[in-house]
């Protein structure tokens, strides 16, 4: 059975910090392209983080230079370090892991973690 537990969110100030973490079972963690989305109130889910099996990331523009994201194939886990933040990046975060394997696709969500930034 594939889940991907996130934990983390929480409310935190203006200028804070939160770490959040997705701990995979059940997928080959090792191959797969992990990534955080994100999605307000009234909004569409958008890409905020993705990092790829060899360990390549890439950013949305509007967290570049304020989080970072990484994995530990060991612990089964991606990490999304958030520093600097603003009230705009108050959603709901969701974890996502996506591979190839015999010529089919895979993907998976988490069922997301609140993060809410006071002014």
């Known amino acids: 059975q594939v889940q991907l537990v996130e934990s983390g969110g929480g409310l935190v100030q203006a200028g804070g910090s939160l770490r959040l973490s997705c701990e995979a079972s059940?997928?080959?963690?090792?191959?797969?392209?992990l990534g955080w989305y994100r999605q307000a109130p009234g909004k569409q889910r958008e890409l905020v983080a993705q990092i790829t099996d060899e360990g390549v990331t890439n950013y949305a523009d509007f967290v570049k230079g304020r989080f970072t994201i990484s994995r530990d194939n060991t612990k089964i886990t991606v990490y999304l370090q958030m520093n600097s933040l603003e009230p705009e990046d108050t959603a709901v975060y969701y974890c996502?892991?996506?591979?190839?394997?015999?010529?089919?696709?895979?993907?998976?969500w988490g069922q997301g973690t609140q993060v809410t930034v006071s002014s």
């Open positions: 996502n892991s996506q591979y190839d394997l015999s010529h089919v696709h895979y993907e998976y």
């Open positions: 059940g997928i080959i963690f090792s191959i797969a392209k």
